[in-house]
């Protein structure tokens, strides 16, 4: 058995599972960012309540899902839910625990976010007499977002690795594509190169993308960053 | 906060405070300020850095909440309502309504940076009082052209020189047509060549008959703009009078050695 078969690397490169599995891959990181984007949105908005059990809420919200690995969460949500009467397709489980792992860091990215809009802005609001949460809605959280997108965007490679670990479900994804086809064969080398390639290639697909937007949009990060150095008021934070 | 012109006047001055305090922790900000302001006029607060000239513009539209004392506006008790178990706090929902009828200009205007010049003006009038965009938008170009600035309504803040954004903070405050105007040291930030600028808009502000209050270290301009002119010093106030004779010849000798400091040093009046 030679060392390296290129009829079996390009045989596996265009190969009908794989492609799925880069298919469900993509669209696994799609789908389960954007719903960790919004559930870590709302954990954020929750973190920033000014009550005691808000703020426990959020701590033990990130704290949990910071600490348990993604494995053990799949396992649990496909595995041990059943035996407390909750069955979860594979495919509902995936997506469950691929957002659930997320959500923690998109929370800090968006809480961290929200606090780098200078106190000014509130103030400005508040001497207007917009109420708090249209201060949120119309002046904090558009310069927050301007903020978050480019770690946001980051987020998007993690989730993307994760995405593999779903194999342990028996999600058909881009690595259980290339481990059932080395299952058939018993060439490791090209499979698993194939796989790093279709990776990598999503990865500089991605960056390259995030890349060009943030150029394409500079001046709508400026608007932020202008805001920024704009000196500021002393910190004066005391609600009537 | 929009009472009539008859209840507003019966009910005294337009703007009450009567002995104010506020502490910061156990520092003293304000100790025991009182100040009446009739409608119309329009009051210069001058003195030291940290003598509490902010604070007591802060107080005024309840950015600061009182330790003591009482502030009325147009005859309503700002920051309080009165219970039958004594005065609460408003809610902020309640404290938001005070402060439309109250605007208010920051030393770093403070403009919202991902709005248009226009959105910014119009963002008072559609966000919190739900005004239809297209007549708002009317008014507000209406402002920016009032403001010399009706060919920046598309701009974004960080296009804008410091003097056209405080241009615009002001048209954006004047939206929400308010009945009292608190200018915060609003040329403190401004590069020398766009004082004038921003000071000629606050004297049409002020032809207009509108109440207002300025913190300020422009004092040629405290001596032409302002009715009466406060010097505070230690967060009391410590002289009192029409502009006039405050500023050319002060009574105390806290106020004329303030003022002399000032002439002495010219160039340290913008710090
Ligand atoms: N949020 C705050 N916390 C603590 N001290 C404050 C705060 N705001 C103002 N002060 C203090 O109150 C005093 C008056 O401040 P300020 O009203 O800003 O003075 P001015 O506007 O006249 O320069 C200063 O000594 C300042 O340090
Ligand atoms: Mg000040």
Redesign the interface.
């Known amino acids: 058995m030679a060392v390296w078969d290129w009829s079996v690397f390009f045989n596996n490169l265009v190969h009908p599972a794989i492609l799925r599995g880069v298919w469900t891959t993509v669209w696994l990181t799609f789908v389960t960012l954007i719903l960790a984007i919004v559930v870590g949105t709302i954990v954020a908005l929750i973190g920033r309540l000014q009550s005691t059990v808000a703020s426990w809420f959020y701590q033990g919200y990130v704290a949990f899902f910071r600490a348990t690995p993604l494995l053990v969460q799949l396992v649990f949500l496909y595995s041990a839910l059943p035996q407390m009467g909750i069955r979860l397709s594979v495919v509902e489980a995936a997506i469950i625990g691929l957002t659930l792992s997320e959500s923690p860091y998109v929370a800090e990215v968006v809480r961290s976010a929200i606090s780098a809009v200078p106190p000014?802005?509130w103030?400005?609001g508040?001497?207007?007499?917009?109420?708090?949460f249209?201060i949120m809605r119309?002046?904090v959280f558009?310069?927050a977002l301007?903020i978050a997108i480019p770690p946001l965007g980051n987020e998007f490679v993690r989730q993307l690795k994760n995405t593999s670990l779903v194999s342990a479900i028996s999600m058909a994804e881009l690595f259980r594509a290339t481990d059932n086809l080395i299952q058939g064969s018993f060439r490791v080398l090209e499979a698993l190169s194939v796989a790093t390639i279709y990776y990598l290639l999503l990865t500089a697909i991605w960056t390259y993308a995030q890349k060009a937007f943030e150029r394409r949009n500079s001046?709508w990060f400026?608007?932020?960053s202008?805001?920024r150095a704009?000196?500021?008021?002393p910190l004066?934070l005391?609600?009537? | 906060m929009s009472l009539s012109n008859v209840t507003s006047q019966s009910a005294g001055p337009f703007i009450h405070l009567q002995n104010v305090v506020k502490h910061f922790g156990t520092f003293t900000a304000l100790r025991g300020i009182s100040l009446e302001i009739i409608k119309g006029q329009s009051v210069a607060l001058i003195g030291p850095s940290g003598s509490g000239k902010s604070t007591l513009l802060?107080c005024i539209?309840?950015?600061?909440?009182i330790q003591s004392g009482i502030i009325h506006v147009d005859g309503e008790r700002i920051?309080m309502r009165e219970t039958a178990a004594g005065p609460k706090?408003?809610s902020?929902?309640d404290?938001?309504?005070?402060?439309?009828?109250?605007?208010?200009v920051?030393?770093?205007?403070?403009?919202?940076?991902?709005m248009t010049a226009l959105e910014n003006v119009m963002?008072?009038p559609t966000?919190?009082l739900g005004e239809v965009t297209a007549q708002a938008r009317r008014r507000a170009l209406e402002l920016l052209d009032r403001v010399r600035l009706a060919d920046k309504a598309a701009s974004?803040?960080?296009q804008l020189s410091g003097g056209q954004q405080q241009r615009v903070a002001i048209a954006?405050?004047l939206a929400?047509r308010p009945n009292v105007m608190l200018f915060d040291e609003p040329t403190s930030?401004l590069d020398p060549e766009t004082v004038q600028e921003v000071l000629n808009v606050i004297a049409e502000v002020r032809a207009t008959r509108m109440t207002m209050l300025i913190a300020t270290h422009e004092m040629e301009f405290a001596r032409h703009a302002a009715d009466l002119t406060v010097f505070m010093e230690a967060g009391a106030i410590v002289e009192i009078g029409p502009s006039s004779e405050v500023l050319t010849s002060p009574k105390t000798e806290r106020c004329q050695r303030f003022l002399a400091g000032l002439s002495g040093n010219h160039a340290a009046h913008r710090m």
């Open positions: 000014a802005q103030e400005a508040r001497a207007i007499g917009f109420r708090p249209t119309a002046v558009p310069q301007r001046h400026a608007e932020t202008a805001a704009t000196p500021a008021e004066k005391t609600e009537a | 802060r539209n309840a950015l600061e909440q920051g706090p408003l902020a929902k404290a938001a309504r005070q402060r439309q009828a109250i605007g208010m920051f030393q770093s205007f403070n403009l919202f940076p991902h963002s008072g966000l919190a974004f803040p960080r954006r405050a929400m930030a």
